[in-house]
């Protein structure tokens, strides 16, 4: 899995496009990646753009893991909000699922635009 950070936007603070194949260990290291940025600041909004990545191996089990780091994740990030893009219905799917397994502990939304996921934090930002 591979992934593109870029610092700034409106009204994202942080944007990032991964591409590939997800794999709970790539979607780590992204968020690693990410917080472990001296840039990062507390409550930062971040529009992450998974529509370029293939998320057919995401198994029950990875759904699981993955969920299982989001706590972890919003412990170290300040409680930012973060706005998905995804390519496909299936794709939602999945992160909804990982939403879901989580008990909603991030403050995310599932989009399948830019568009809308900036409109979604746009209205948290008013």
């Not at 496009?17 to 917080?35: F, H, K, Q």
């Not at 930012?80 to 794709?91: E, H, K, L």
Request: no cysteine; aromatic share 8%.
């Amino acid at each position: 899995m591979e992934f593109v950070i870029t610092w700034g936007g409106d009204p994202e603070d942080v944007s990032v496009v991964t591409s590939g194949v997800a794999t709970v260990e790539g979607l780590r290291e992204m968020s690693d990646a990410v917080l472990a940025d001296p840039r990062y600041e507390s409550g930062m909004f971040a529009l992450i753009d998974h529509s370029q990545l293939d998320w057919t191996l995401m198994t029950p089990a990875a759904v699981r893991r993955r969920a299982g780091d989001l706590a972890d994740i919003l412990a170290r990030s300040g409680g930012s909000r973060i706005a998905a893009v995804v390519a496909t219905p299936a794709d939602f799917g999945v992160l909804r699922m990982v939403q879901l397994t989580s008990d909603d502990v991030l403050d995310t939304g599932v989009f399948y635009s830019r568009d809308e996921a900036r409109a979604w934090l746009r209205g948290a930002s008013g």
